[in-house]
């Protein structure tokens, strides 16, 4: 069975960039493309009635919207939709979970259901166990190409660096597996980039890199990088990697790293809270500051 990429869909500027971005992942990946649209049940007799009607016509109408404009960039797409009832971020987890790939908008409201998509997106990043692709509103398709001549960019150009923010104290294979693969739909150049920061005499441990001076210190860094890649290496041939270390905060190293990228893949560890949607501070900061499309990538 072949997994669908999965875009949801609720009339937003946001929802409409999202389903656009993920109708050119399903072509890249030679997937079918869903599109969902959650809205709100109201269990109340007197007003339930006319309020889910309103909502299931607001459904059909951001559905229609979305599939006007995917057709309209990829006319033999293989296209479905699908309407459920809320809560959003529940619904959304249960697609996700039969899903290739989730994509969202990552900001705005969503008009007559009046939640923040980003707050939805956020819940949905933090428990799902599929990857999940946030896609900001004003994302074309021409973004993800190289910009050549007078600085404007087309689809015909190359494709922009595919990043990886990779923590070498934990490498794992599902996030940079999808990188990998990312990169090599694109025929893109995979730029990995590793954030160190000096330990102090307290903050050394056993294991840790500790030596004299800070160039020594990176070139360690650097040579464990390109250890931990070798392998990926040699099963992406046709994938240029470009292996970077910095000494920085991690959430800095990534945002200044995704500038001019078409995607930046950053891995989101699955840990049991029980409530409120928890993602890390680098993750936070790659939905929050990044502004090329984020993908998520979960991992135990």
């Known amino acids: 069975m072949v997994l669908p ?25 030679a997937q079918p493309l869903h599109l969902v649209h959650v809205w709100n049940w109201h269990p109340r007799q007197q007003d339930g009635e006319i309020a889910n009607a309103a909502q299931r016509h607001l459904a059909r109408r951001s559905l229609r919207q979305a599939e006007e404009r ?23 987890l249960k697609v996700a979970d039969q899903a290739d790939l989730m994509v969202l908008g990552s900001r705005g409201l969503s008009g007559f259901t009046g939640f923040v998509v980003g707050s939805v997106a956020l819940g949905v990043v933090a428990k799902a166990t599929r990857p999940v692709v946030l896609v900001r509103a004003t994302e074309e398709a021409a973004d993800e190409h190289v910009p050549v001549g007078d600085g404007g960019a ?3 150009n190359d494709y922009r660096d595919v990043v990886l923010a990779i923590d070498l104290h934990d490498a794992c294979d599902e996030v940079i597996e999808f990188a990998f693969e990312a990169a090599r739909l694109r025929h893109a150049r995979l ?28 070139d360690e860094w650097l040579g464990f ?41 950053v891995g989101h560890r699955l840990t049991e809270r029980p409530v409120g949607p928890h993602t890390g501070p680098v993750t936070h900061a790659a939905i929050h500051h990044v502004g090329c499309p984020v993908a998520v990538v979960p991992h135990l």
């Open 70 to 92: 995917v057709r309209a960039a990829y006319p033999d797409i293989r296209l479905s939709d699908e309407q459920m009832e809320g809560p959003a971020t529940a619904a959304l």
């Open 154 to 156: 087309s689809p015909d």
């Open 225 to 265: 990088l390109k250890a931990v890649l070798q392998g990926w290496r040699d099963k992406y041939p046709d994938v240029e990697v470009l292996e970077t270390v910095v000494e920085d905060k991690a959430s800095t190293a990534l945002v200044r790293a995704s500038t001019g990228a078409s995607l930046l893949v």
């Open 191 to 218: 730029r990995v980039v590793h954030a160190w920061q000096a330990p102090s005499p307290l903050s050394l441990g056993a294991g840790d890199i500790g030596l004299v001076n800070d160039p020594e210190r990176s």
């Open 5 to 29: 990429v999965v875009a949801g869909v609720d009339g937003s500027a946001e929802s409409l960039a999202a389903a656009e971005w993920a109708a050119r992942e399903a072509v890249r990946r």
